[in-house]
């Protein structure tokens, strides 16, 4: 550290936390929310820019193998799908659920003006805004906004992980961040804040003390909410000992317990494979696969796969060329992958990039990510996407 | 509704021009006449600030030269990792070191305002060198001409690069610039047209840097064509379409509104209010430090809509606190991890329009962060985060796995003892509360403190008390 350091006061250190000992609230038992039966999203953000080239393969496209000397997947080794694509070889999982009629492909997903800086795209998608404006709530939060003062929501979005990302932060409703239930519960639990949360406004309802106040009330009664219904009918499937495994897991097991959360949040990472991409990203992939498997294994055994609908995105896709580092570098559009048991059209649902068209090495978009957007508002969470979107977009047939 | 007393106003005019009173300088301020708290602000902000430099020439050398990522492309992928790596740990150094300042510095408002323009010239860039230069010339310029500062921050190798105006040249022009030096330094959306940004954008061909990261006027690159910029028309550079945007009023009465949004209220906007502050912010010829005055000095800012409904920043809530309580840090760069699980750390503001602010600083697990954050300080508890890594900087070599920082964090309560010592310890919640709290003082919420609050000793007293009062909605408004 280069850090200029001044004086600091010095004094006697005082034992000030033995004096600080936070009191723990009893459990007290609230009324039962309505079972909610409903369907769940589940968003996995692969962070980074997941190489969709490399994820389902062009196997029959020469161009590809020319662009891709030391690092392209050799057809013999990918799990076909076509006669033209194949999966990752880490992606076996998939493929079954491929197989099944559980998995769909959208490709060429993108937007107008792509920006090849990573947090820039990943805003354009949490925002769902327009690469020239931005916008600083984020499409599911807006979601909430219009959904929440309809029904009562006690957790109605969760994220897995420390904090909430802007696609969960609306206007008036954001989503909850946790790694764990009993941890955010621990963390929140105190006699304190629960009479502080619980006590009568003291300020008039607009202003941001009030919203202040019932932001605590809210956080409290939801870790409260989401501990009890984590607990309910916790899963008890095998699922492998990752972070994305145990996270979702930990979704598993409140989707059983009937908890009224619609929209999970899930990040996997980090897919920005410059240099030496194909150990990393069998890694990454892999530890996608087998989370992914074990989930929809789970939730088919318990009968509510058809429930659910599991969306991946990234901020882009990379360069189709390898670069002289054994990696790719940063491009625009990619893949999507939605898996559920309720696929309305399941498989390949549009053409493969086309690589005898490029823009300036980079792949063009033919689908907007907004279009997917506004299909599952649309036909999965049931509401009107034009409020939410700021416009209307055509909607796809995958639901 | 009555006024406010003497001590709420104070410390209404040292949290929004400052970062809050300062534990030991307290008793002296409140001594003062309130006529002399304005003047002696400015007073203490008069010198020219010292640079914040963590870099070294052998390191400056480093770095000149790959501002841009073509050039960076050509290091070896090692050479690269660890140009970005050490480029990276430089930046938390700036970081922090700038922390330090806003806690320590005499000189409040410069560093403040500093702070503002922080926002308003958002930038990322993975170049220390860029950033820092940029930070000084902000910090130098925060109180003195708007139109220095623009012209400076324009020509800054971080806002060029940032904003892709390397890459604008003659017939292949690139708009990023000229957009945002319209859209979020000077006009505001709405108040120029699409054909203005691409005639701006010619004027602005051939502005970059060179390997120094110095300004430079590529004469080669330049389109000298005619440019019609907001009805003028001429053979305009870069220079001119500035000298342009600051003859607008519009101007004037947008940095005087972001400024009233930032420095007085940020939901509640009075226009005729705001007009009259950009007029005259206009009519000085953009003298930031009168546009201040104008402000601080109002009788509307005392105003009872205005003290006590500013929701602080992560920065202003993290300085303010140690500006209050006084503590050590066994491990400072544990205040990284703090910026980052409070939503705001310096030199990664989210996107080019800076931090929105207000309302956006709160979600669950932020509020409850910050609700916890005097308990984890009292028992020298840890914070805890996965990583997150940054793929701007990391390119996906950062290291998977959590993120465990204690704060280590020692207290030291002699100033506050001593500011409080003569009032009775009956007495003392409430004399505390109306000091740390800048909201009125609710007996109801007085009571479920008091509820929670040690007092076997008046040293016990003391500190659970200001522990309970920082640990409440109540604390997180200034």
Redesign the interface.
């Known amino acids: ?6 004086t ?2 010095k ?1 006697a ?2 034992a ?2 033995s ?2 000992l ?2 723990f609230l009893q459990a007290h038992a609230r009324p039962a929310a309505l079972p909610n039966r409903g369907k769940v999203l589940v968003v996995v953000q692969l ?3 997941n190489d969709g080239l490399n994820t389902v393969v062009p196997i029959g496209n020469d161009i590809y193998y020319r662009e891709r000397p030391r690092i392209a997947i050799k057809a013999a080794h990918a799990l076909p799908l076509t006669a033209e694509a194949a999966l990752h070889p880490a992606l076996a999982g998939l493929k079954r659920l491929y197989d099944d009629g559980h998995l769909a492909v959208l490709h060429n997903v993108g937007y107008p003006n792509p920006d090849r ?4 795209s990943m ?1 354009i998608w949490h925002s769902a805004s327009p690469a ?1 404006e ?1 916008w ?1 709530t984020g499409w599911i939060g807006r979601y909430l906004d219009a959904h929440c003062p309809s029904k009562p929501c006690q957790a109605p979005a969760l994220e897995l ?4 990302s ?1 696609a969960l ?1 609306g206007q008036q409703r ?4 946790l ?1 764990e239930p009993a941890e955010l519960y621990a ?2 639990r105190s ?3 629960a ?2 949360a619980a ?2 406004p ?2 008039p309802s607009d ?3 009030a ?3 019932k ?2 009330a ?2 409290i009664a ?1 870790a409260e909410y989401i501990f009890k219904k984590s607990g309910v009918k916790p899963s008890t499937a095998n699922y492998p000992d990752t ?1 994305l495994g145990r996270q979702l897991r930990t979704v598993a097991s409140l989707i059983l317990g009937e908890a009224d959360t619609v929209v999970y949040y899930l990040s996997l ?7 030496n991409q194909p150990m ?1 990203h069998q890694r990454l992939l892999s530890q996608l696969d087998a989370a992914l498997a074990a989930f929809a294994a789970d939730l088919k055994a318990q009968g509510r796969w058809s429930d659910v609908l599991v969306m991946t995105f990234s901020e882009f896709g990379r360069r189709v060329s390898q ?1 002289a ?1 054994g990696g790719t570098d940063h491009g625009t559009a990619n893949l999507m992958f939605f898996l559920g048991g309720a696929l309305r059209r399941p498989g390949l649902l549009n053409a493969l990039p086309d690589l005898n068209d490029l823009d300036q090495g980079d792949l063009k978009f033919t689908t907007d990510f907004r279009q997917a957007y506004a299909t599952v508002l649309e036909r999965w969470l049931e509401t009107h996407s034009q409020p939410i979107l700021g416009q209307a977009f055509e909607l796809l047939d995958f639901l | 509704m009555h006024a406010p007393t003497v001590q709420r106003r104070l410390k209404h005019l040292l949290w929004r021009a400052g970062f809050g009173p300062d534990a030991a300088e307290w008793p002296t301020w409140i001594q003062r006449p309130e006529k002399a708290w304005w003047p002696l602000l400015r007073q203490q902000s008069a010198e020219e600030p010292g640079e914040l430099w963590v870099t070294d020439d052998v390191v400056r050398g480093l770095f000149m030269g790959i501002g841009e990522f073509a050039r960076l492309e050509e290091l070896t992928p090692e050479e690269r990792r660890s140009r970005r790596a050490q480029s990276r740990d430089l930046l938390q150094s700036l970081n922090l070191s700038w922390l330090e300042e806003m806690v320590l510095s005499q000189a409040q408002l410069r560093e403040k305002v500093a702070l503002f323009w922080h926002g308003h010239f958002a930038s990322r860039n993975f170049n220390i060198v860029f950033q820092q230069d940029l930070l000084h010339i902000i910090r130098t310029h925060a109180l003195d001409n708007f139109g220095d500062l623009l012209r400076a921050v324009s020509k800054s190798a971080a806002i060029l690069a940032f904003l892709n105006n390397q890459q604008n040249r003659k017939g292949k022009p690139n708009e990023n610039f000229a957009r945002e030096v319209m859209e979020l330094f000077t006009l505001g959306r709405g108040h120029y047209t699409e054909t203005d940004v691409k005639e701006a954008a010619r004027a602005f061909t051939g502005w970059g840097f060179d390997l120094k990261g110095q300004f430079v006027f590529r004469q080669n690159q330049h389109d000298r064509g005619i440019k019609t910029v907001l009805g003028h028309t001429g053979r305009f550079d870069g220079d001119d379409v500035l000298d342009i945007l600051l003859e607008q009023r519009q101007t004037a009465c947008f940095i005087a509104q972001k400024m009233y949004r930032f420095f007085v209220n940020d939901e509640q906007v009075p226009e005729e209010r705001v007009l009259w502050l950009g007029n005259r912010f206009y009519d000085s010829g953009y003298d930031i430090g009168r546009l201040l005055e104008d402000i601080f000095t109002a009788e509307w800012f005392y105003d009872e809509e205005n003290i006590g409904h500013q929701i602080k920043s992560p920065v202003v809530l993290w300085v303010g606190l140690r500006r209050t309580l006084p503590l050590t840090l066994d491990d400072p760069e544990a205040q990284l991890l703090l910026q980052r699980a409070l939503g705001q750390v310096l030199f990664f503001p989210p996107n080019v329009a800076g931090w929105p602010g207000g309302r956006t600083w709160i979600d669950t697990t932020t509020l409850m962060l910050r609700l916890r954050l005097p308990h984890i300080l009292a028992a020298s508890d840890a914070i805890d985060l996965g990583t997150d890594n940054d793929d701007d900087i990391a390119m996906g070599q950062g290291r998977a796995g959590r993120l465990r920082r204690r704060l280590g964090a020692e207290l030291h309560w002699e100033p506050l003892a001593e500011t409080f010592a003569q009032v009775p310890s009956d007495e003392l919640l409430p004399t505390l509360a109306h000091y740390l709290w800048q909201t009125p003082v609710a007996k109801e919420r007085l009571a479920i403190v008091q509820k929670h609050t040690h007092s076997l000793t008046r040293e016990q007293l003391l500190q659970t008390a200001t522990l309970q009062l920082m640990a409440t909605p109540e604390y997180q408004l200034c």
């Open positions: 550290m280069l850090i200029r350091r001044r600091f006061l004094t250190s005082l000030a936390a004096l600080y936070p009191r962070s980074g820019g800086s990573h947090f820039r805003d020239s931005y600083h992980g420390d904090a909430i802007l932060k954001k989503g909850i961040a790694r963390a929140i006699a304190y804040f009479e502080y006590a009568a003291v300020a202003t941001p003390l919203y202040l106040q932001t605590m809210d956080a939801s972070p990472g980090s897919f920005d494979t410059h240099i990393q670069n580092s």
